[in-house]
């Protein structure tokens, strides 16, 4: 055996990573032994003689022996260091099985195959998708960085070493007060503090929620069209889903609907619903509360993007219509200050709080003690209520500018839903014939960055064809150039659309 | 109506709250409304009549009227406004059925039975259970914090609004890397970044990973005893468990485990079994290999504290072991730096690195973009290597300190297990009849954090009895004093035990 030939060969293959050369050794002679080239049974040359081969320290070829020895690749018998018995080429070559076999869950791999989420919650649109129009990312130029990094800073320079330590698994004391204060005085939320828990964004609220509140092949209805994210999350928890479709009131369920689907959970969008933009009637909310304690169901409310209510104050969250609501209700701070945060939370109902409590000391992992103590002095200081006022006022005027164009540009060709509240809105065709996926691909092509309503079909497809625009990222002025640009990409209007059009026009006019 | 009583009663209940008057008014009004004190069909005051009953501007009245409005609990007509004849008290006074009915699922109540997860990924021990021998917690007062937090508040003044948006599904890169290369230099495991995909911990490790790679009902194989947070996951992803039982060598399958209850996934620490300690032989972990890929099955690597290694250099990962393996491999940065980062990660075969990629991209919100960009430099540094070199030897100080004195207090009572590596050993009880949960219990009576091994069992018991301690927290030179302590507090030396470890002593002699 020429040691140094393979030491050599080894070093100037591995050599550059900056490794140690008694390292380097160890892993020339294991990867000799792993191919076979240093055979079971052969005796390894004296360290001493080795050293001098390769010039190198006598320690460094004992340190490789001592690691080949611990690691069970060579033994010592009276010959001196000898390659292990282990039938080690013929097991670990063997890749005859292809991994794929071992590969994906179908339940991931059905996941695979639906729409990335955009909205709600907070999954990413992919990186190809970053710009104007795209749903549920607000304006990150107008976040307050600078104050909320010092608000980190003095945090972070706060943290005792115990507090390095694992967390409170429901999340830190002051900010599910904070949280709390906040939920009660600006959504009408009915909670104190200990119903409280705190997450890393929507989506793992969701897979939180469905797993702890729901079990496999349970029914969960959401709203179709609806929230990718909510529809990944039931599949990811086994859950067996029912689309509910929406009108313009939100939710519909249908009396069969009930009788015929019972669910386990209902979730649900109210003040907003994603994407139609629908808000949910008093009449509904009340009727859908009733109807979930009648069916034992618990409701799971995601207040997404509440804060952002254009005409109007905000509405109050449904989990504070009545006392004991059986309401679960989901936040986040990904809108209203900036996704990569990755805090938001659920609000339990008290009967719950212990149970929860309990479970995620068991099955989460908490900590990030600086990040939640910065985030519950950003709250407490009025600093977050600053900045969601000021960001409801840009958004409004930015809905304004987005609305007065596509009138300008498009007021033929659709008609506008879901404007009242949030950051985005929907843009409806008026002729059936349009098919918006193949819209949205044509206008992707050519940098415009507008999803299909039909991605958040929840199951089967849907009647309605149009386009989600999310405009909390673009400023009003460049709002009607951006809609020229999409009017010119889009389809002519049809004389069928315009005889319809004319018509509704001296409807209104009458 | 009186008004004026209506609203200072109403006011001196919730004015504290900071709430302004229109605020305030609509509050009282909805509630006057929901509990039908103001019953359906009523008129409500004019707002100027109002306004001056209750001394405030009109102004306060009209946007207190016109929230009632759309949230749909007033209407106008002829009459001005009127309460909407919405059943509402019938429909929200109604808590007959408990909502208890609709709680918790069996999933996670099974999972509240168990008993709370303690050190490999992360779950934090109840907050009573803080202080010496808690195992998995790194010695948090020598984290040289000072130095971390620099790192953060340069990353975090070097992010642009856009790295506020949501982050790179699989981790931001500069990180991936930096795991990759530290991984290849000092664990031998073979990947590139494309292979890592960043999590926050442990636990959501294993949470992603037994959903995306097992389906409901598949079998997970878990060492018994063993990791009661990978029974915790394998419960919330609804997967069938087999403990498999460990010995010296590690974990140990027999062939009809094999045959009877064929695993899908097989969850294993070799570098430091959890909690026995013992290091798994390369003659096994070539078996495992051989076998799993016959099985079609991965094996979950889970190398939580194989930094550490007290006698020798650390060992490789079995991940490394050959080309191809089908080992999915878990690390954390709970261990080397400090649990509430809430970092960790997963490296996946080459094979299912594109399926990983696309799946993360629709089922989890990714972001912390100064974390992990600041964590990237404290690895590509050198920062974390000197610091998990530093703790390496003081980690081998307080191992050897604990070791001597339990020799001296405890020696005829018991034997040690798993010292050669991590932060924890096992103190196994040499009378048969000492329960470990009982003696745990008097322990904490009396302050000494010790887990039972009992607490371990995956399945059934544990013949095996005695006691998890955790020792990284601990200063050596304490460690007489908390041991003595201890040894007084245990069940003195019986005859049988006294006549057996004579016998030992004599033996070790000859």
Known sequence: MDYSLLFNAYAAQHGQQGWSRQRLLHACLRSAIRQGTLAAGTALAPSRALAEELGVARNTVLYAYE??????FVQCD??????????????????????????LSQRMSNLRC??????????????????AFVPGVPALDQFPLAAWRRLLERAWRSLTPAQLNYGDPAGESPLRVAIADHLRA????????????????TQSSLDLCLRALADVGDTIWIEHPGYAGALAAARGASLNVTGIEVDEEGIAPQ?????????????????????????????????????ARRAAALIIEDDYDSEFRHDGAPLSA??????????????????????????????VPVALAPGFAQMRAHASARGRVGEQLALAEFLHSGQFARHVRRMRRLYR?????????????LGARVTLQGMSAGMHLVLCFKDESWRDEVISQQLLAHGIVAEALSAKAVQGGLALQGLVLGYAQVPAEQMDELIRRMAALL??????????????QRKVKA
Request: aromatic content about 4%; proline content about 10%.
């Open 67 to 72: 690691q080949l020895a611990s690691e069970g």
């Open 78 to 103: 009276r010959r001196g260091t000898v390659v292990a018995a282990v039938p080690l080429q013929a097991a670990l070559a063997q890749s005859a099985v292809p991994l794929a076999q071992a590969g």
């Open 114 to 131: 639906s729409q990335p989420a955009a909205a709600p919650g907070g999954v990413p649109p992919p990186a190809s998708q970053m710009g």
């Open 186 to 201: 600006a959504r009408g939320v009915v909670c104190d503090a200990t119903q409280v828990f705190i997450t890393d964004g």
């Open 255 to 291: 009396p069969d609907d009930w009788l015929l689907r019972p669910p386990r959970l209902i979730y649900t969008t109210p003040s907003h619903q994603y994407p139609l933009g629908s808000v949910l009637s008093l009449r509904r909310r009340v009727a859908l509360l009733d109807a």
């Open 318 to 347: 449904m989990q504070g219509l009545a006392a004991d609501a059986p309401v679960v209700y989901l936040g986040t701070f990904s809108k209203t200050m900036f996704p990569s945060l990755r805090i938001g939370f659920v609000v």
């Open 397 to 409: 005027q930015r809905r304004d500018a987005l609305v007065m164009a596509v009138q300008r540009h």
């Open 491 to 504: 389809p002519p209007e049809t004389t069928a659309t315009a005889r319809t059009s004319r018509r509704a």
